[in-house]
């Protein structure tokens, strides 16, 4: 009998041993939670004062590469400035926003130290610009046309007038102008349809005054002006 109540006693004691063993393990998670938490409150408490900061705002953004388009141009189009925040800049979506520009050919956002923002791009090469239709279009290396907006102006100034040729014509002496390097294109003030030479139909109008007669597979040669004027 009383081995029976020792044996009773002790199956008694392990139960309150493990119910007390799963109370503080109740417990134990509980403060866990309750410190996981606390620890989440205070990240998110932290990101909100950092994102309500001016700290967070993009401090500079750099261009590269752009010899057509000017900086303040590229930035506009890229939708970033300097109250955007940094870590909410997907150079992804900002490379898919200029490529919408006719005359990017490709493009690099990268995000650096001290919330810098480089872009990088690489411009299609112009070939002259001319009057259609009352409208002023750009003509590109590749054959493309691009009409101008009234604030584009200031891009004539970095290519010849064209007159005088067809389509076809402008894109052939596209292709071979394009083998010019930027320079030697900015010194060409105008280019011409010139009849009176079977071979040479060609007039360009420098900026220094000289003119030359030429081809369209020519224009190349263009790169040696400097060497012999």
């Not at 134990?28 to 001016?54: A, E, H, M, P, T």
């Not at 506009?76 to 898919?96: C, I, N």
């Not at 389509?167 to 294109?185: A, F, R, V």
């Not at 360009?204 to 007669?213: C, E, H, T, V």
Request: aromatic share 12%; net charge negative.
């Amino acid at each position: 009998m009383l081995e029976e109540k020792k044996k009773l006693l002790d199956r008694n004691t392990l139960f309150a041993i493990r119910a007390d063993q799963r109370g503080k393990d109740k417990l134990q998670r509980y403060k866990n939670i309750c410190f996981f938490f606390s620890i989440l409150s205070g990240i998110i408490l932290l990101l909100v004062f950092y994102f309500l900061s001016d700290q967070s705002d993009i401090y500079r953004i750099s261009v590269k590469g752009n010899h057509y388009l000017n900086k303040q141009q590229i930035i506009e189009e890229s939708g970033l400035d300097k109250d955007h925040k940094f870590l909410l800049t997907f150079p992804y979506s900002v490379e898919q926003k200029l490529k919408k520009n006719l005359l990017i050919r490709n493009c690099k956002v990268s995000l650096l130290d001290h919330r810098l923002v480089e872009i990088e791009i690489e411009e299609k090469k112009l070939i002259a610009y001319g009057i259609e239709d009352n409208q002023t279009l750009l003509y590109l290396e590749t054959g493309e046309s691009y009409p101008l907006d009234s604030d584009e102006m200031y891009l004539i100034l970095k290519v010849p007038f064209i007159e005088g040729f067809s389509q076809d014509d402008i894109i052939l002496i596209g292709k071979n102008l394009s083998e010019c390097d930027y320079q030697t294109i900015d010194e060409i003030s105008e280019i011409h349809f010139f009849p009176d030479l079977k071979y040479q139909n060609i007039e360009l109008i420098m900026k220094d005054g000289n003119y030359i007669f030429t081809s369209s597979f020519g224009l190349n040669l263009l790169n040696h002006y400097y060497d012999i004027r």
